[in-house]
């Protein structure tokens, strides 16, 4: 069974960075594309980060520039480095990992910026 199992959120103050990371186990790691989700308070959830199995990366505009997504395929973990954290990016974030036709999440973890 596909378990994912996220680490590193917390609150931060606007400005500084955090980096998020996800574990995955009993999943074919190298073919799978990885992405990070995140739902902000009363909104819907949203894709932030994905790289696929080549590590071709794409992002949300309103992340591009700030978060890097990272695939270390000898570890099978997917991180996020969030840099220049503002209050928007309050949210719950979700890892993500789909292999041809099956997706699967992790539970999830807080992140909330605020002064």
């Known amino acids: 069974q596909v378990e994912l199992v996220e680490s590193g959120g917390g609150s931060v103050q606007p400005g500084e960075s955090l980096k998020l990371s996800c574990v995955a186990f009993?999943?074919?790691?190298?073919?799978?594309?990885m992405a990070w989700y995140r739902k902000p308070p009363g909104k819907k959830r949203e894709l932030v980060a994905q790289?696929?199995?080549?590590?071709?990366?794409d992002y949300t505009d309103s992340v591009k520039g700030r978060f890097i997504i990272s695939k270390d395929n000898s570890r099978n973990i997917v991180d996020l480095q969030m840099n220049s954290l503002n209050s928007e990016d309050t949210a719950d974030y979700y890892c993500?990992?789909?292999?041809?036709?099956?997706?699967?999440w992790g539970q999830g973890i807080q992140v909330t910026v605020s002064s």
């Open positions: 009993n999943l074919n790691f190298n073919r799978a594309t």
């Open positions: 790289i696929d199995d080549r590590g071709v990366t």
């Open positions: 993500f990992a789909s292999l041809r036709y099956a997706g699967y």
